[in-house]
């Protein structure tokens, strides 16, 4: 019995069978969609990890790529008639595609001065889309029809069953990416970046290359994650979207459940964006929900500099060894 | 686009060098505090704000000249400055990599407080010469923006007389030179990393006190403002003060030039820009050292 509740199999069982029954078991359409939110920032925060967790790269600007899959999904739905569900994984390419040369221009600088350009990249992407109102509609922003499929809209009990699964697939494909990258020669390499770039790079690793697509695969699923969202709220515009607020919070997720895990971004998400919900529902119309996110991520910092699954490992590994110890004595 | 005409522009170029001396005042701080500890505060900007808020109160409650407070809100600026490197900032292993992420947390955590204390509304300090205008020859200058630059090329310049002239000032530019051998000559880094904060939150206070007089701001404005400042020092080269005045002073320009050649709404780009281009190709920016290998 022990072991099966130690073994990581049964719990990837346990939850997957929660996440898939989830919509039909909880019929509150405030849970369903603080589960969809949740999902979508463990999706967010796990491909920032990619980066910024196994690279070491702190970027704040990765809401540029979430907010122009918002608006690229948006643009084709409204006058191409392309479906989101269908559009935010091909047009999601098209954010890798932008991703890839910013990475290549911007991944040349590093540490702090790294994460001052990729906050500029936002203000800039939003300015764009609040001048440019031909397109975007400016500050005004875009709306989409509701959400429905083959002329036939969702009813409102109904409409965040599909959204729960598309972002359920999403999540799934963005560990499984995760995971793929941290067992491949790939992972080894970024990982090697962030303990020691010059070593890395001496020992043959094109670091430049391996930062690069770094970059732009964790861009794919902030792209993706945006189209999604935008279809979900029927509604975005260049203040909400292109946030470094948004930034922040994938990476206090990270940081707080474990940078450069794999499951850490997952866990983070599941405690914070409920806690988020719950702490705007509780403060409403005030800004007190920032000075708690800042608190937060200040105490992760300060105290947990590890984040919480590292911190856990670690002190089972600790007392193996101790009680090793006491075996061999 | 359109190009202005010549009086246009030398109006225009007269508002930009005005501001330009404001934002090198604002942005003295945050390159003297990144000189000293190698600390990217990004934090810089909630305390213009703070500065600009407590300018506000006092001149709600009180009517206290904008100008003469700054007397009483430097002071609190600087005690707050001091606490959080000695409280804060140096209980971290790795500030170099790990300060834009605490001072960032601290500018949200900020905001949050001064939004939810004096709310969303747009304020601005309304004094009642705030919209006299001052005519030389045929050029109309507002006098706030004058008053500003004046305060702001003054308050530089006892920055200045504090760097050469006395022993803190000795300490912290033997720090910014060489902080190992500064300490084996017997410099308490710890004591002047905590004054230095303290002084540099202490300029963002005199700045704020002005942005509160020449630009209407609510919590959120501080985004807004911390990416000047970064501009600001990156493009002058972080760490030095003298590039930063220069720095200031041309984007301060460059701003109002595309407020008029372009649009208004465009203008904000012009930091932006320079920003992502200087960090990238030219990290060193006008008079500092390389930054990005350091980091």
């Known amino acids: 019995m022990k072991r099966i509740l130690f073994s990581s199999r049964f719990w990837l069982v346990m939850v997957s069978i929660v996440l898939l029954a989830y919509p039909i078991a909880q019929h509150s359409q405030y849970y369903q969609h603080v589960m969809i939110m949740t999902m979508m920032a463990a999706v967010l925060s796990s491909s920032w990890n990619i980066l910024g967790g196994y690279a070491g790269y702190t970027s704040l600007g990765h809401a540029a790529f979430f907010g122009l899959g918002g608006y690229l999904v948006a643009l084709a739905h409204n006058h191409y008639g392309w479906h989101p569900f269908v559009s935010a994984w091909f047009l999601a390419i098209i954010v890798m595609g932008v991703a890839l040369i910013l990475g290549w221009i911007s991944l040349r600088t590093q540490g702090s001065a790294f994460v001052v350009v990729t906050i500029a990249m936002v203000f800039i992407f939003r300015l764009v889309a609040l001048n440019l109102p031909n397109i975007t509609n400016g500050a005004r922003g875009l709306t989409q029809p509701r959400p429905g499929w083959g002329g036939v809209q969702w009813s409102p009990e109904f409409i965040m069953v599909p959204f729960h699964y598309i972002m359920l697939a999403l999540l799934c494909l963005t560990i499984f990416v995760s995971w793929r990258i941290r067992q491949s020669k790939f992972g080894l390499g970024l990982i090697a970046i962030r303990e020691d770039e010059g070593k890395a790079e001496a020992v043959g690793i094109n670091t430049m290359l391996y930062k690069v697509l770094a970059f732009g695969i964790s861009a794919y699923f902030m792209g993706v994650a945006g189209g999604i969202y935008s279809y979900f709220f029927t509604y975005i515009d260049p203040q909400f979207i292109f946030n470094v607020f948004t930034g922040v919070t994938m990476v206090l997720i990270a940081l707080l459940g474990g940078r450069g895990t794999l499951w850490g971004p997952v866990l983070g998400a599941f405690i914070m964006e409920p806690l988020g919900n719950w702490l705007v529902g509780a403060f409403g119309g005030t800004q007190i929900h920032l000075t708690i996110f800042g608190g937060i991520l200040l105490g992760v910092m300060l105290f947990m500099p590890l984040g919480i699954l590292p911190t856990i490992t670690n002190e089972i590994k600790r007392r193996a060894k101790v009680r090793a110890v006491q075996v061999q004595s | 686009m359109s190009i202005p005409s010549s009086h246009l522009l030398i109006q225009t170029i007269i508002l930009g060098l005005l501001v330009g001396g404001v934002y090198a005042l604002m942005s003295s701080g945050l390159t003297l505090i990144f000189g000293v500890m190698r600390v990217i505060n990004v934090a810089h900007g909630a305390f213009l704000i703070l500065g600009a808020y407590l300018t506000y109160w006092l001149f709600q409650l009180t009517g206290l000249d904008p100008i003469l407070s700054i007397v009483l809100t430097a002071p609190v600026l600087f005690l707050i400055g001091w606490g959080v490197q000695r ?153 030095s003060l003298p590039g930063a005045f220069i720095a200031a002073i041309i984007l301060g320009v460059m701003e109002q030039l595309t407020a008029v050649t372009v649009t208004l709404y465009w203008s904000p780009i012009v930091f932006y820009l320079f920003l992502f281009l200087t960090l990238i190709f030219r990290p060193q920016g006008l008079m500092g050292e390389i930054v990005r290998e350091k980091a």
């Open chain 2, 87 to 239: 409280y804060v900032l140096s209980r971290l292993e790795n500030p170099e990599k790990s300060s834009v992420l605490v001072t960032f947390a601290l500018a949200i955590t900020m905001e949050g407080l001064m939004g939810t204390f004096w709310k969303t509304t747009m304020r601005s300090v309304k004094a009642e010469y705030a919209s006299e205008v001052i005519k030389f020859m045929t050029y109309r200058i507002p006098l706030t923006r004058l008053i500003g630059f004046g305060a702001a090329l003054l308050v530089l310049l006892i920055l200045y007389l504090i760097l050469q002239h006395t022993n803190l000032g000795r300490a912290i530019r033997a720090t910014i030179q060489n902080p190992s051998a500064a300490e084996l000559v017997g410099v308490n880094i710890q004591v002047v990393s905590a004054m230095t904060f303290g002084i540099g939150i202490a300029t963002a206070a005199v700045g704020g006190s002005l942005l509160s007089m020449i630009y209407s701001f609510n919590a959120s404005s501080q985004t807004d403002w911390i990416t000047r400042v970064l501009s600001v020092i990156v493009l002058g080269g972080m760490g």
